[in-house]
């Protein structure tokens, strides 16, 4: 069993290039997940001079660790914003996501990517009979917005379901081999694309903003926030605005079908297959928000315990849940098109990262987008979601009392422990005799972390960042390393 996901097992990633000069540039994008790479293609054929950068290699992030389904069935988010906002919203959002299907489907077509796209019957289905009524009225609701929708009744091979909603014209892929198929087309087409490059520092300057690495500085006239969770917290307020939730998957040799199911249930399940080489299930669980079940030795046994099956890799996710369930997709301040935002996509980032490439470039060239009032980051959400202002406030302070008070020793094997030098909480991770000792506290807010045993990592239990066991920074929002230097 291999602690990486399916689809970074074999990155088809070719000749990374680092950022080694100073550069100039129109538009900065920072981040090459979905959302970077989305952006960067549909500017591909414009005048404007775009660079992309990413910390790591493009597609690594949570685009890397997704699932991979291109899906407009989205558990009840048609309920949950008829009842927030209107019909209309509603209306609006279902159309949003299935434009983004389709311009997926048309840069497959166009670009003949090959990238195991599949069409695949999808479902939401329940346990729970309290539920039934919820999935029953999602039909409902879904038939009035004219999608051609029908009921399930039955088993999915082992998995019980009591009742299901099922759609047909939905898709799955493998999202590393359509990013990086997205790279290369943007690199021939002229756009510059850096990896291995984190920018740590932005600072405005006159009217340009310089950007900068560690040894290297970007002056550019517009930047792009693709970079999942920002990095920075004023004026945006970012933690009370959102949440973030997390995920454990894995996936096992099994027998392909075209099915794609999701679950209402507590504890959600989400599963597709995957044909390759060889032909995968995969299979996700145990989600819940970052800051809660915080054993990591017990989330992964749990996983692997539910199907009674050893997987062959398993993986864990997080992502971006917004109060309203709409990403937030645009301008980060009123009437100003230099700083931009992509994020906050409530799981379903294939089509929300796909939904932005289309705002964000027709923002970039001056050109209206029907999308754009929908998905504004500055929308003021209904003063009903007080609530949920407080309680995204209160689940950050959580997670950071519980990992500051938590010193749970059943977490954790007898390879790590914990000690306070000159003032400083040192974690410590012993490997075949040697030691590798960080400082436990996120630069991100100060959070103390957890040791994932599993992968090897110190997780952030507030914002998800994560630093390896020598305690380099691989995930944000954290900008900079753990290292502790004796
Ligand atoms: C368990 C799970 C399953 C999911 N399954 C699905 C699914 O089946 N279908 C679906 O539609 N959605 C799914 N999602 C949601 C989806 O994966 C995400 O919403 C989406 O991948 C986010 O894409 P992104 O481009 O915004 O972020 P990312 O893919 O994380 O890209 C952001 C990039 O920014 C880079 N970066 C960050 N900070 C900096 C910096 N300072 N400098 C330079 N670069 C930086 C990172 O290295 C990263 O590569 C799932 C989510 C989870 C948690």
Redesign the pocket.
């Given at each position: 069993m291999e602690n990486i996901s399916l689809w970074l097992k074999d990155n088809p990633n070719k000749n990374p290039i680092s950022l080694n000069e100073d550069i100039k540039t129109d538009v900065l994008i920072?981040?090459?997940?979905?959302?970077?790479l989305s952006i960067l293609y549909n500017l591909k054929d414009s005048n404007l001079n775009v660079t992309l950068?990413?910390?790591?290699l493009?597609?690594?992030?949570?685009?890397?660790?997704?699932?991979?389904?291109?899906?407009y069935l989205q558990e009840d988010i048609y309920q949950k914003l008829i009842n927030t906002y209107s019909f209309n919203t509603a209306l609006s959002y279902l159309n949003s996501q299935k434009d983004a299907c389709n311009k997926i489907l048309d840069i497959i077509n166009k670009e003949q990517i090959k990238c195991n796209l599949d069409k695949v019957e999808s479902y939401v289905y329940t346990n729970d009979i309290n539920k039934i009524e919820k999935l029953k009225k999602e039909k409902e609701y879904l038939q009035a917005l004219n999608v051609h929708v029908e009921d399930y009744q039955g088993k999915f091979g082992k998995i019980k379901s009591l009742y299901a909603i099922k759609v047909n014209d939905t898709y799955v892929f493998h999202?590393l081999k359509y990013l990086n198929a997205l790279k290369d087309i943007c690199l021939k087409s002229g756009k510059k694309i850096y990896e291995n490059?984190?920018?740590?520092k932005i600072i405005k300057e006159n009217d340009l903003y310089s950007c900068f690495t560690n040894s290297h500085k970007i002056i550019t006239k517009k930047i792009v926030f693709?970079?999942?969770y920002p990095?920075f917290n004023i004026p945006y307020l970012f933690p009370i605005k959102a949440n973030i939730?997390?995920?454990y998957?894995m996936a096992l040799p099994m027998t392909k079908e075209n099915k794609s199911l999701i679950s209402i249930d507590k504890v959600q399940t989400?599963i597709?297959y995957h044909k390759d080489k060889e032909e995968y299930l995969i299979y996700?669980s145990l989600?819940s928000n970052i800051s809660d079940n915080l054993d990591e030795k017990k989330n992964y046994h749990n996983l692997i315990k539910k199907l009674n099956k050893k997987p062959k890799y398993i993986w864990k996710?997080?992502?971006?849940m917004t109060i309203d369930k709409l990403p937030y997709i645009g301008r980060i301040k009123k009437n100003n098109d230099n700083l931009l935002i992509?994020?906050g996509?409530n799981?379903?980032?294939?089509?929300?990262?796909t939904l932005?490439g289309l705002i964000i470039s027709d923002i970039l060239l001056n050109r209206h987008n029907k999308y754009e009032n929908l998905c504004n980051p500055l929308r003021l959400n209904k003063l009903t979601n007080i609530d949920d202002y407080i309680l995204n406030l209160l689940y950050s302070m959580k997670g950071y009392l519980k990992s500051k008070i938590n010193k749970n020793k059943s977490w954790y094997s007898s390879k790590v422990s914990f000690k306070y030098i000159n003032g400083e909480n040192i974690g410590i991770y012993k490997e075949n005799g040697k030691e590798f000792k960080v400082r436990n506290k996120c630069p991100h807010m100060g959070c103390s972390l957890i040791f994932n045993e599993f992968s090897k990592t110190w997780d952030c239990p507030c914002h998800a960042s994560r630093f390896s066991k020598e305690g380099k920074c691989l995930?944000?929002?954290s900008?900079f390393d753990i290292t502790y230097i004796e």
């Open positions: 920072i981040g090459g997940g979905i959302t970077g950068v990413d910390t790591s493009v597609g690594t992030g949570t685009t890397g660790h997704t699932t991979g389904k291109i899906n999202p490059t984190k920018i740590i693709a970079c999942h990095f939730e997390k995920s998957l989400s597709r996700l989600n996710n997080t992502d971006i992509a994020t996509y799981t379903c980032g294939m089509t929300n990262g932005a995930k944000g929002p900008k």
